[in-house]
Protein backbone atom coordinates (compact mmCIF):
# COMPACT_ATOMS: atom_id res chain seq x y z
CA UNK A 1 0.00 0.00 0.00
CA UNK A 2 1.02 3.58 -0.53
CA UNK A 3 -0.63 6.21 0.82
CA UNK A 4 -0.50 10.21 0.58
CA UNK A 5 -2.19 13.21 1.74
CA UNK A 6 -2.06 17.06 0.29
CA UNK A 7 -4.02 20.05 0.78
CA UNK A 8 -4.70 22.54 -1.68
CA UNK A 9 -6.03 26.07 -1.77
CA UNK A 10 -9.20 27.55 -4.28
CA UNK A 11 -7.96 30.54 -6.77
CA UNK A 12 -10.06 32.75 -8.31
CA UNK A 13 -9.28 33.79 -11.52
CA UNK A 14 -9.25 37.79 -12.27
CA UNK A 15 -8.28 37.09 -16.10
CA UNK A 16 -11.01 34.32 -16.93
CA UNK A 17 -10.20 30.59 -18.76
CA UNK A 18 -13.64 30.60 -20.26
CA UNK A 19 -13.34 27.52 -23.16
CA UNK A 20 -11.03 24.31 -24.21
CA UNK A 21 -9.06 23.65 -27.55
CA UNK A 22 -8.86 19.98 -26.74
CA UNK A 23 -11.23 18.65 -24.30
CA UNK A 24 -9.10 15.62 -23.72
CA UNK A 25 -5.74 17.35 -22.73
CA UNK A 26 -7.65 20.08 -21.23
CA UNK A 27 -5.59 22.73 -23.12
CA UNK A 28 -7.49 25.85 -22.96
CA UNK A 29 -7.96 28.66 -25.83
CA UNK A 30 -6.07 30.99 -23.81
CA UNK A 31 -3.62 32.25 -20.91
CA UNK A 32 -5.48 33.08 -17.78
CA UNK A 33 -4.54 34.94 -14.29
CA UNK A 34 -5.57 34.25 -10.87
CA UNK A 35 -5.14 34.66 -7.39
CA UNK A 36 -5.18 31.80 -4.65
CA UNK A 37 -7.22 32.26 -1.59
CA UNK A 38 -6.70 31.03 2.11
CA UNK A 39 -10.65 30.93 2.93
CA UNK A 40 -11.41 27.47 1.10
CA UNK A 41 -9.50 24.72 0.20
CA UNK A 42 -9.67 20.57 0.24
CA UNK A 43 -7.75 17.96 1.99
CA UNK A 44 -7.41 14.70 -0.15
CA UNK A 45 -6.19 11.33 1.27
CA UNK A 46 -4.95 8.91 -1.89
CA UNK A 47 -4.20 5.14 -0.61
CA UNK A 48 -3.24 2.71 -3.49
CA UNK A 49 -4.20 -0.52 -2.11
CA UNK A 50 -3.41 -4.37 -3.91
CA UNK A 51 -6.20 -5.37 -1.99
CA UNK A 52 -9.04 -3.11 -3.63
CA UNK A 53 -10.74 -4.53 -6.56
CA UNK A 54 -11.54 -1.14 -8.20
CA UNK A 55 -11.67 2.69 -7.02
CA UNK A 56 -13.83 4.16 -4.10
CA UNK A 57 -14.26 7.98 -3.38
CA UNK A 58 -15.34 9.32 -0.39
CA UNK A 59 -16.40 13.30 -0.11
CA UNK A 60 -17.34 15.07 3.21
CA UNK A 61 -17.72 11.25 4.69
CA UNK A 62 -20.18 9.89 2.60
CA UNK A 63 -19.24 7.13 -0.08
CA UNK A 64 -19.68 8.39 -3.11
CA UNK A 65 -21.52 6.98 -6.44
CA UNK A 66 -20.36 5.39 -9.76
CA UNK A 67 -20.93 8.59 -11.05
CA UNK A 68 -19.08 10.95 -8.98
CA UNK A 69 -16.40 8.59 -8.56
CA UNK A 70 -16.10 8.49 -12.75
CA UNK A 71 -14.21 11.48 -12.31
CA UNK A 72 -11.78 11.05 -9.79
CA UNK A 73 -11.26 7.42 -11.43
CA UNK A 74 -10.27 8.98 -14.90
CA UNK A 75 -7.41 10.95 -12.91
CA UNK A 76 -6.34 7.84 -11.20
CA UNK A 77 -6.26 6.11 -14.92
CA UNK A 78 -3.79 9.00 -16.25
CA UNK A 79 -1.46 8.67 -12.86
CA UNK A 80 -1.57 4.64 -13.36
CA UNK A 81 -0.91 5.11 -17.17
CA UNK A 82 2.03 7.77 -16.64
CA UNK A 83 3.60 5.63 -13.54
CA UNK A 84 3.31 2.39 -14.83
CA UNK A 85 1.47 1.33 -11.40
CA UNK A 86 -1.78 -0.80 -11.61
CA UNK A 87 -3.23 -0.33 -7.99
CA UNK A 88 -6.36 0.87 -7.64
CA UNK A 89 -7.11 3.51 -5.01
CA UNK A 90 -9.28 4.75 -1.94
CA UNK A 91 -9.43 8.30 -1.55
CA UNK A 92 -10.99 10.71 1.07
CA UNK A 93 -11.61 13.82 0.22
CA UNK A 94 -12.41 16.71 2.51
CA UNK A 95 -14.10 20.09 0.97
CA UNK A 96 -13.97 22.79 3.09
CA UNK A 97 -15.47 24.63 -0.20
CA UNK A 98 -19.34 24.78 -1.46
CA UNK A 99 -19.31 22.06 -3.92
CA UNK A 100 -20.06 22.85 -7.28
CA UNK A 101 -21.41 26.40 -6.35
CA UNK A 102 -19.42 28.75 -8.58
CA UNK A 103 -16.54 28.63 -5.70
CA UNK A 104 -13.91 26.47 -7.46
CA UNK A 105 -13.93 23.43 -5.66
CA UNK A 106 -13.19 21.43 -8.08
CA UNK A 107 -9.65 23.84 -8.74
CA UNK A 108 -8.44 22.80 -4.84
CA UNK A 109 -9.78 19.24 -5.14
CA UNK A 110 -7.89 18.15 -7.98
CA UNK A 111 -4.41 20.13 -7.09
CA UNK A 112 -5.01 18.33 -3.53
CA UNK A 113 -5.56 14.78 -5.30
CA UNK A 114 -2.62 15.03 -7.68
CA UNK A 115 -0.46 16.35 -4.94
CA UNK A 116 -1.58 13.08 -2.85
CA UNK A 117 -0.84 10.85 -5.44
CA UNK A 118 2.32 12.25 -6.12
CA UNK A 119 3.40 12.01 -2.48
CA UNK A 120 1.88 8.46 -2.25
CA UNK A 121 3.87 6.99 -5.27
CA UNK A 122 6.99 9.07 -4.17
CA UNK A 123 6.90 10.60 -7.52
CA UNK A 124 8.94 13.84 -6.43
CA UNK A 125 7.26 16.24 -8.79
CA UNK A 126 8.50 19.77 -8.94
CA UNK A 127 5.69 22.73 -9.09
CA UNK A 128 5.96 22.87 -12.78
CA UNK A 129 5.08 18.64 -13.15
CA UNK A 130 2.53 18.94 -10.56
CA UNK A 131 0.76 21.79 -12.33
CA UNK A 132 0.96 19.71 -15.35
CA UNK A 133 -1.09 16.61 -13.94
CA UNK A 134 -3.86 18.79 -11.78
CA UNK A 135 -4.74 20.10 -15.18
CA UNK A 136 -5.50 16.99 -16.39
CA UNK A 137 -8.25 16.61 -13.72
CA UNK A 138 -9.24 20.11 -13.61
CA UNK A 139 -8.26 23.53 -15.94
CA UNK A 140 -7.95 25.78 -13.31
CA UNK A 141 -6.41 23.29 -10.77
CA UNK A 142 -3.32 23.69 -12.14
CA UNK A 143 -2.92 26.99 -10.87
CA UNK A 144 -3.95 26.07 -7.15
CA UNK A 145 -0.38 24.33 -7.10
CA UNK A 146 0.84 27.71 -6.21
CA UNK A 147 0.17 30.74 -3.93
CA UNK A 148 -0.58 34.33 -4.45
CA UNK A 149 -0.59 35.41 -8.46
CA UNK A 150 -0.43 32.77 -10.86
CA UNK A 151 -0.69 32.39 -14.28
CA UNK A 152 -1.56 29.41 -16.76
CA UNK A 153 0.05 29.27 -19.75
CA UNK A 154 -2.48 28.04 -22.17
CA UNK A 155 1.22 26.16 -24.54
CA UNK A 156 0.13 23.97 -26.91
CA UNK A 157 0.52 20.32 -26.06
CA UNK A 158 0.45 18.25 -22.71
CA UNK A 159 3.96 19.38 -21.97
CA UNK A 160 3.65 23.54 -22.89
CA UNK A 161 0.23 23.61 -20.89
CA UNK A 162 0.80 24.80 -16.71
CA UNK A 163 1.04 27.50 -14.29
CA UNK A 164 3.51 29.67 -13.13
CA UNK A 165 3.62 31.90 -9.76
CA UNK A 166 3.49 35.37 -10.73
CA UNK A 167 5.83 37.23 -8.02
CA UNK A 168 4.30 40.25 -6.45
CA UNK A 169 6.86 41.17 -3.76
CA UNK A 170 4.30 40.35 -1.03
CA UNK A 171 1.63 42.36 -2.30
CA UNK A 172 -0.80 39.74 -3.08
CA UNK A 173 -0.65 40.42 1.32
CA UNK A 174 -2.69 43.54 0.69
CA UNK A 175 -5.22 42.32 -0.89
CA UNK A 176 -8.70 40.75 0.06
CA UNK A 177 -11.50 38.89 -1.39
CA UNK A 178 -15.23 39.54 0.12
CA UNK A 179 -17.67 36.23 -1.13
CA UNK A 180 -21.43 36.82 -1.24
CA UNK A 181 -22.88 33.61 -1.49
CA UNK A 182 -26.18 34.35 -2.64
CA UNK A 183 -26.59 30.57 -3.80
CA UNK A 184 -24.96 27.90 -2.03
CA UNK A 185 -27.00 25.40 -4.41
CA UNK A 186 -25.79 23.40 -7.26
CA UNK A 187 -25.84 25.06 -10.43
CA UNK A 188 -27.72 24.52 -13.37
CA UNK A 189 -25.34 24.55 -16.23
CA UNK A 190 -21.49 22.94 -15.15
CA UNK A 191 -18.56 25.44 -15.95
CA UNK A 192 -17.34 22.42 -18.37
CA UNK A 193 -20.81 22.02 -20.00
CA UNK A 194 -21.63 26.04 -19.94
CA UNK A 195 -18.18 27.35 -21.93
CA UNK A 196 -17.98 23.77 -24.45
CA UNK A 197 -22.10 25.57 -25.36
CA UNK A 198 -20.31 29.10 -25.62
CA UNK A 199 -16.86 28.16 -27.56
CA UNK A 200 -19.27 26.06 -29.86
CA UNK A 201 -21.70 28.09 -30.29
CA UNK A 202 -21.34 31.76 -29.07
CA UNK A 203 -21.46 34.30 -31.45
CA UNK A 204 -19.56 36.72 -29.08
CA UNK A 205 -17.11 34.15 -28.29
CA UNK A 206 -14.26 35.51 -30.50
CA UNK A 207 -14.70 38.62 -29.66
CA UNK A 208 -14.16 37.67 -25.86
CA UNK A 209 -10.30 35.65 -26.96
CA UNK A 210 -9.31 39.08 -29.03
CA UNK A 211 -9.27 40.90 -26.00
CA UNK A 212 -7.34 38.21 -23.65
CA UNK A 213 -3.86 39.17 -24.62
CA UNK A 214 -4.50 42.93 -23.30
CA UNK A 215 -6.10 42.36 -20.18
CA UNK A 216 -3.34 39.71 -19.40
CA UNK A 217 -1.06 42.49 -19.91
CA UNK A 218 -2.42 45.25 -17.88
CA UNK A 219 -3.07 43.14 -15.02
CA UNK A 220 0.43 42.12 -14.82
CA UNK A 221 1.55 45.76 -15.01
CA UNK A 222 -0.83 46.72 -12.26
CA UNK A 223 0.49 43.89 -9.83
CA UNK A 224 4.66 44.74 -11.00
CA UNK A 225 3.41 48.61 -10.21
CA UNK A 226 1.26 47.34 -7.20
CA UNK A 227 -1.77 49.30 -8.68
CA UNK A 228 -4.63 48.25 -7.15
CA UNK A 229 -7.18 50.00 -9.31
CA UNK A 230 -5.79 48.91 -12.61
CA UNK A 231 -5.75 45.47 -11.19
CA UNK A 232 -9.44 45.60 -10.31
CA UNK A 233 -10.58 47.76 -13.29
CA UNK A 234 -9.41 45.03 -15.76
CA UNK A 235 -10.13 41.85 -13.17
CA UNK A 236 -14.06 43.32 -13.58
CA UNK A 237 -14.05 44.10 -17.30
CA UNK A 238 -12.75 40.55 -18.22
CA UNK A 239 -15.64 39.11 -15.94
CA UNK A 240 -18.28 41.27 -17.55
CA UNK A 241 -16.67 40.13 -21.05
CA UNK A 242 -16.77 36.48 -20.03
CA UNK A 243 -20.17 36.43 -18.80
CA UNK A 244 -21.68 38.12 -21.91
CA UNK A 245 -20.23 35.17 -24.22
CA UNK A 246 -23.37 33.04 -22.69
CA UNK A 247 -25.54 35.60 -23.62
CA UNK A 248 -24.71 34.63 -27.45
CA UNK A 249 -24.76 30.89 -27.03
CA UNK A 250 -26.83 28.84 -28.63
CA UNK A 251 -29.40 28.68 -26.68
CA UNK A 252 -28.42 31.54 -24.46
CA UNK A 253 -27.86 30.91 -20.74
CA UNK A 254 -26.61 33.47 -17.87
CA UNK A 255 -24.91 32.26 -14.73
CA UNK A 256 -26.47 35.66 -12.88
CA UNK A 257 -29.35 36.24 -10.48
CA UNK A 258 -30.94 38.75 -9.65
CA UNK A 259 -29.05 39.20 -6.51
CA UNK A 260 -25.99 38.84 -8.30
CA UNK A 261 -26.90 42.02 -10.28
CA UNK A 262 -27.82 43.66 -6.53
CA UNK A 263 -24.36 43.10 -5.53
CA UNK A 264 -22.99 44.22 -8.57
CA UNK A 265 -24.72 47.44 -8.70
CA UNK A 266 -24.02 48.14 -4.68
CA UNK A 267 -20.31 47.88 -5.12
CA UNK A 268 -20.35 50.30 -8.31
CA UNK A 269 -22.15 52.61 -5.71
CA UNK A 270 -19.54 51.93 -2.91
CA UNK A 271 -16.89 52.98 -5.75
CA UNK A 272 -18.53 56.14 -6.43
CA UNK A 273 -18.82 57.09 -2.77
CA UNK A 274 -14.87 56.62 -2.33
CA UNK A 275 -13.94 52.98 -1.39
CA UNK A 276 -12.39 50.87 -4.55
CA UNK A 277 -13.38 47.50 -4.90
CA UNK A 278 -14.16 45.46 -7.71
CA UNK A 279 -16.54 42.74 -8.54
CA UNK A 280 -16.02 39.37 -10.74
CA UNK A 281 -17.51 35.89 -10.47
CA UNK A 282 -17.22 32.48 -12.18
CA UNK A 283 -19.78 29.96 -13.89
CA UNK A 284 -22.29 30.48 -10.62
CA UNK A 285 -24.27 33.30 -8.97
CA UNK A 286 -21.89 34.09 -6.17
CA UNK A 287 -19.98 36.76 -6.24
CA UNK A 288 -16.48 37.86 -5.39
CA UNK A 289 -15.41 41.29 -4.64
CA UNK A 290 -11.75 42.18 -4.86
CA UNK A 291 -11.02 44.84 -2.40
CA UNK A 292 -7.82 46.26 0.02
CA UNK A 293 -7.19 44.92 3.08
CA UNK A 294 -7.41 48.49 4.70
CA UNK A 295 -11.00 48.82 2.97
CA UNK A 296 -12.42 45.39 3.86
CA UNK A 297 -14.69 46.40 6.96
CA UNK A 298 -15.97 49.10 5.59
CA UNK A 299 -16.81 47.23 2.48
CA UNK A 300 -18.10 44.43 4.67
CA UNK A 301 -20.40 47.30 6.22
CA UNK A 302 -22.20 48.20 3.51
CA UNK A 303 -23.03 44.68 2.21
CA UNK A 304 -24.32 43.11 5.89
CA UNK A 305 -27.00 46.25 5.29
CA UNK A 306 -28.03 43.47 2.41
CA UNK A 307 -26.91 39.76 3.56
CA UNK A 308 -26.03 37.78 6.59
CA UNK A 309 -22.96 37.21 7.94
CA UNK A 310 -23.16 33.65 7.18
CA UNK A 311 -23.45 34.99 3.36
CA UNK A 312 -20.66 37.41 3.59
CA UNK A 313 -16.88 35.25 3.45
CA UNK A 314 -13.63 36.67 3.34
CA UNK A 315 -10.47 35.72 1.82
CA UNK A 316 -6.48 36.51 1.74
CA UNK A 317 -3.93 35.71 -0.69
CA UNK A 318 -3.75 32.05 0.02
CA UNK A 319 -0.43 29.50 0.24
CA UNK A 320 0.76 26.81 -2.44
CA UNK A 321 -0.07 23.20 -2.17
CA UNK A 322 1.07 21.81 0.78
CA UNK A 323 1.82 17.87 1.26
CA UNK A 324 0.72 16.57 4.72
CA UNK A 325 1.54 14.35 7.33
CA UNK A 326 -0.89 11.08 7.91
CA UNK A 327 -3.13 11.30 10.73
CA UNK A 328 -2.80 7.65 13.06
CA UNK A 329 -5.67 6.49 11.47
CA UNK A 330 -4.76 6.77 8.07
CA UNK A 331 -1.43 5.51 8.28
CA UNK A 332 -0.44 2.29 6.92
Not at 7 to 35: C, F, H
Request: with cysteine.
Amino acid sequence: MYAGKARAYTNIALIKYWGKKNEQLILPMNNSLSLTLDAFYTETTVIFDASLTKDSFVLDGTLQDAKQTTKVSKFLDLVRQQYKISLFARVESQNFVPTAAGLASSASGLAALAGACSQALNLQLNETELSRLARRGSGSACRSIFGGFAEWQKGDSDQTSFAQEIPADGWENDLAMLFVLVDDGIKDISSRDGMKRTVETSSFYSGWLETIEADLATAKQAIAAKDFNKLGEVTEANGLRMHGTTLGAVPPFTYWSPESLNVMQLVRTAREQGLPCYFTMDAGPNVKILVEKKNLAALKNILAEHFSEQQLITAHAGPKITLLPLERSEEL
